[in-house]
């Protein structure tokens, strides 16, 4: 696989420089799961099953959609090609990123030139006469957006988990009559939300964390999903 060659986008530098729509297919290969924000849990639900995952060493969790029933598996790239109908926000991105500058409170914004996604030749201008284009001003638009969702993703789960509403549990598949388990991963205790006091759900509801909840819940459906997948690839 390509390195990356991330740098700084700069309007001298890229005045010539085209972005072509679409995600990066050889990285995502190999990628069994991504970060979600809770502003696409909705239609992530149709799509793919959500778990969250601990990081062992900061103890935090991330919302992610799951591709693939073992890491290394992405069972919707098939042929070179993305065969879902939505790809989650921190796919859709690249090649562009944002970088946080050291001392100010700015972002910058960086591509990575080795991106096949990146040309002189076909795609959408970034700059046109040293000016950003319209198209460069939706994309930064949508970097930004992606930042402050993922902030709110990052409340939403971390008061999950303080209340003690994400348990461990490990998902059982069944492809060609074998079981799997999928371990590690972390869903909505429903027994314990069902539970909660009437003042605790009201919170939930006042902070607009219903829905992305019941998103979550009902994504679990689509691991049957996955089952299916891998059963007709393998």
């Known amino acids: 696989m390509a390195e990356q060659q991330v740098q700084p986008l700069h309007n001298e530098k890229h005045a010539n420089t085209k972005i072509q729509n679409g995600i990066n297919i ?3 290969k190999t990628q069994h799961l991504v970060p979600v924000v809770a502003h696409e849990f909705a239609r992530i639900a149709n799509e793919f099953p959500m778990a969250f995952v601990k990081n062992n060493e900061s103890g935090q969790f991330q919302a992610v959609a799951l591709f693939g029933l073992e890491p290394g598996e992405n069972l919707f790239i098939q042929d070179d090609k993305w065969t879902a109908a939505f790809a989650p926000m921190s796919m859709t991105r690249y090649p562009l990123g944002l970088v946080k500058h050291p001392e100010a409170d700015q972002f910058g914004i960086v591509i990575d030139e080795a991106s096949p996604l990146v040309s002189e030749e076909t795609g959408n201008a970034l700059f046109e006469n040293g000016e950003e284009t319209e198209y460069l001003k939706r994309r930064k638009e949508a970097l930004v957006s992606f930042i402050e969702f993922s902030q709110v993703t990052e409340a939403f789960t971390k008061y999950l988990a303080d209340k ?3 348990v461990a549990q490990t998902l059982t598949v069944e492809i ?3 079981k799997k388990d999928i371990n590690g991963i972390y869903l909505v205790d429903e027994k314990k939300l069902n539970s909660l006091s009437d003042e605790e759900f ?4 006042k902070r607009g964390y219903l ?4 998103s979550f819940l009902t994504s679990t459906h689509q691991v049957a ?4 997948l891998k059963a007709a690839q393998d």
Do not use: S, T, V
Request: aromatic share 10%.
């Open 176 to 178: 060609k009559g074998e």
């Open 26 to 28: 050889e990285f995502m």
């Open 202 to 205: 009201l919170d939930l509801r």
């Open 164 to 166: 003690e509403l994400l």
């Open 211 to 214: 829905a992305p909840i019941y």
């Open 225 to 228: 999903r996955l089952a299916r």
